[in-house]
């Protein structure tokens, strides 16, 4: 029989888009609850122990109620929430991270990376691994998405003229829900300094980590930080790392007096399970900017 995946939460903004990519395939089958008993909990825990696989494109506490319906061991569920990313019992569902590939093959309670954390780990776990970031050094997070990250409300103060803003800093309490996940995957001591932004477009993101090499264990130089990124992703079909020359080519793209401005776009994975990761540094060794560029509703999440 073709396998069955009920998409909870379909008519959502991440649900919409999951529901869009699989509309293609031919080897499952989408099955979706009638609009009109979206809030009926037997008909939703009748189609959430029958499907073969369960997506929760849900707010964190909806997701923690969904699951506890569940009781047919052999549903294998990806929550695209928060609420199990650091929890017992649950596979962090990042492939390209060493050995989670067979470990989400294996299990049926996988955790979706938060958007953020996708860019964050994949730029710094290579690099605590190899022994060029130690795990108790103070990172920081710079990090602008689209508006379309915030959910249905954001989206429309975004679209319908609300917002004024072209550019929106935001978690100033210090206390992101992201953050958790950031530490636990990356290997890190203490929690990273974490000032993510929304501007003023609706998909896609940047996200960056700047480094002071000379703070760093043997001050390893831009070029060891990008060997060690591109060597940890060989093999990888969305994990890419610009080469040595594509870098150079960025850093002189726009000479003007504010310097130079590299033709680096959030938009530019949009669409795709791609994410393209950089390293930029000073002519003198002593400091390094990481990027990721990746679709916040593609890759991740």
């Given at each position: 029989m073709t396998p069955t995946v009920f998409i909870d939460g379909e008519a959502g903004t991440t649900g919409l888009q999951i529901r869009e990519r699989l509309a293609g395939r031919r080897d499952l089958e989408v099955v979706s609850i009638d609009p009109e008993k979206r809030k009926d909990v037997a008909a939703r825990r009748a189609l959430l122990n029958s499907a073969d696989a369960v997506i929760l494109c849900l707010p964190d506490d909806a997701a923690v109620e969904a699951v506890v319906l569940i009781d047919n061991p052999a549903v294998k569920v990806i929550d695209a929430s928060t609420a199990h990313r650091v929890a017992a019992g649950w596979t962090y569902g990042f492939p390209e991270l060493p050995g989670?590939?067979?470990?989400?093959?294996?299990?049926?309670?996988?955790?979706?990376?938060?958007?953020?954390?996708?860019?964050?780990?994949?730029?710094?776990?290579?690099?605590?691994?190899?022994?060029?970031?130690?795990?108790?050094?103070?990172?920081?997070?710079?990090?602008?998405?689209?508006?379309?990250?915030?959910?249905?409300?954001?989206?429309?103060?975004?679209?319908?003229?609300?917002?004024?803003?072209?550019?929106?800093?935001?978690?100033?309490?210090?206390?992101?829900?992201?953050?958790?996940?950031?530490?636990?995957?990356?290997?890190?001591?203490?929690?990273?300094?974490?000032?993510?932004?929304?501007?003023?477009?609706?998909?896609?993101?940047i996200v960056e980590v700047p480094l002071p090499l000379w703070a760093l264990p043997g001050r390893p130089s831009p070029e060891a930080l990008r060997d060690a990124l591109t060597a940890a992703y060989v093999g990888e079909p969305f994990v890419t790392v610009a080469d040595a020359a594509e870098t150079a080519r960025l850093q002189v793209a726009r000479a003007g007096a504010a310097g130079h401005v590299a033709e680096i776009d959030p938009e530019a994975l949009n669409g795709t399970n791609h994410l393209r990761l950089y390293v930029f540094g000073d002519t003198t060794g002593e400091q390094a900017r990481l990027l990721a560029v990746l679709d916040n509703l593609g890759k991740g999440a």
């Amino acid at each position: 029989m073709t396998p069955t995946v009920f998409i909870d939460g379909e008519a959502g903004t991440t649900g919409l888009q999951i529901r869009e990519r699989l509309a293609g395939r031919r080897d499952l089958e989408v099955v979706s609850i009638d609009p009109e008993k979206r809030k009926d909990v037997a008909a939703r825990r009748a189609l959430l122990n029958s499907a073969d696989a369960v997506i929760l494109c849900l707010p964190d506490d909806a997701a923690v109620e969904a699951v506890v319906l569940i009781d047919n061991p052999a549903v294998k569920v990806i929550d695209a929430s928060t609420a199990h990313r650091v929890a017992a019992g649950w596979t962090y569902g990042f492939p390209e991270l060493p050995g989670h590939r067979a470990a989400i093959a294996a299990s049926t309670r996988v955790a979706n990376p938060g958007c953020y954390p996708t860019g964050f780990i994949a730029l710094v776990v290579p690099l605590v691994a190899a022994g060029l970031i130690a795990p108790d050094f103070p990172l920081t997070v710079n990090a602008v998405s689209g508006y379309s990250g915030g959910g249905k409300s954001l989206i429309a103060e975004f679209e319908t003229g609300g917002a004024t803003d072209a550019f929106r800093p935001y978690g100033l309490t210090l206390k992101h829900k992201h953050v958790p996940e950031m530490q636990r995957y990356a290997g890190l001591a203490h929690p990273p300094l974490f000032a993510p932004a929304v501007g003023r477009f609706a998909q896609g993101m940047i996200v960056e980590v700047p480094l002071p090499l000379w703070a760093l264990p043997g001050r390893p130089s831009p070029e060891a930080l990008r060997d060690a990124l591109t060597a940890a992703y060989v093999g990888e079909p969305f994990v890419t790392v610009a080469d040595a020359a594509e870098t150079a080519r960025l850093q002189v793209a726009r000479a003007g007096a504010a310097g130079h401005v590299a033709e680096i776009d959030p938009e530019a994975l949009n669409g795709t399970n791609h994410l393209r990761l950089y390293v930029f540094g000073d002519t003198t060794g002593e400091q390094a900017r990481l990027l990721a560029v990746l679709d916040n509703l593609g890759k991740g999440a």
